[in-house]
């Protein structure tokens, strides 16, 4: 109904505000992201939104990126899915975080996000996996900024087979494979270090 609001904001909380738009105002929910990103009250603001139409009202949900205004609406097209859900899991990650943890089937990353169980994480896996796209260098840009990875050789980046062995030890020890993979990845020297050095390391990290 309506692809964006701007105006002057009104009254900002962490999940939602209120934009000034010629006298009215508009209340709309966000993102604890996008609060973040918003600036003071009374300042000019610009949010992409979408409108979501149910028996019990009308509910505008507003973003400060078409980036992820997009990853929103393919959230709430997974079934079990509500808006809800979809601002919980866009405020604890970022959309290109989020997009590689649904390429790399990475469920358990998504499943911490506040209300989203193992099984909605599993489900979103299921059915975006092969409808986010993300090229080669916002894979690697989101690896190198401690973004979500799984399944690297799927995505064409290569861990030495002594990095393998330190994020499987990683695993076995009850951490998840995106906080594993990351830590071993941003070890300096660890191409050429050992397995054994490499958890070591990683443990002092992760500690």
Known sequence: ??????????????????????????????????????PGIGEHVKLYTYTSVREDGISLYGFDSRDDLGMFKKLISVSGVGPKVALALLSSMESETLKLAIISEDAKSISKAQGVGAKIAQRIVLELKDKVKMSDEAIISELKSGGA???????????????????????????????????????????????????????????
């Open 1 to 38: 109904m309506f692809a964006f609001v701007e105006g002057l904001l009104d009254d900002l909380n962490m999940d939602s505000c209120v934009v000034d738009v010629g006298g009215f105002g508009v209340n709309v929910g966000i993102t604890s992201r996008t609060a973040i990103a918003l």
């Open 149 to 207: 990875s799984d399944k690297v050789k799927s995505l064409n980046l290569q861990m030495s087979s002594e990095m393998e062995d330190a994020v499987s030890a990683l695993t076995a020890l009850g951490y998840g494979i995106t906080e594993a993979r990351n830590t071993v990845a941003s070890l300096p020297g660890a191409e050429s270090m050992e397995s054994g050095e490499i958890l070591s390391a990683a443990l002092k990290v992760l500690y």
